[in-house]
C-alpha cells in the first residue's frame, strides 16, 4: 500500500511531466501554452481530496497515459508561405497516421 506522502510525490511527479510536455507539443503558440496549463491545473484542483487507493492509482495512470498521448500523437501544424499547413514529424512519430484537421480562427469559425 502506498503512502500519503509517495502518493502526492507521485502525482507531482505527473503533473510535471504534464506540464513538460505541452511545453513541447505547443512550443510557440501562446494561446495553447496558456490553456493547457490551466486545463492540467483545474483536473488536478478537482482531484486533489480524493483518497480512495484505487481511484488515486487511476487517476495517476490516466495521466501517465495523456503524458504518452500528447508527447506520441499531437503535433503543431504551421502556416506556410504557400498557405497551407505543414508539420515536422519527429522520431518519436514514427508509424503514426495524421488526421486531417480544420483551422479554426480565434472566434471558432473555420476560415473561408
Do not use: C, W
Request: aromatic share 4%; hydrophobic share 40%.
Amino acid at each position: 500500500m502506498a503512502t500519503a506522502s509517495s502518493r502526492a510525490g507521485d502525482a507531482i511527479s505527473v503533473f510535471r511531466a504534464l506540464l513538460r510536455v505541452r511545453r513541447e507539443a505547443f512550443a510557440g503558440d501562446k494561446q495553447a501554452l496558456k490553456l493547457s496549463a490551466a486545463q492540467i491545473r483545474q483536473e488536478f484542483e478537482a482531484n486533489r481530496h480524493v483518497t480512495d487507493e484505487a481511484m488515486l492509482s487511476e487517476l495517476l495512470a490516466q495521466g501517465r497515459e495523456a503524458v504518452d498521448f500528447i508527447a506520441l500523437n499531437v503535433v503543431q501544424a504551421k502556416l506556410n508561405d504557400r498557405g497551407n499547413y505543414e508539420m515536422k514529424l519527429e522520431k518519436e512519430h514514427a508509424g503514426a497516421t495524421a488526421e486531417e484537421v480544420v483551422p479554426t480562427t480565434k472566434k471558432g469559425k473555420t476560415p473561408p
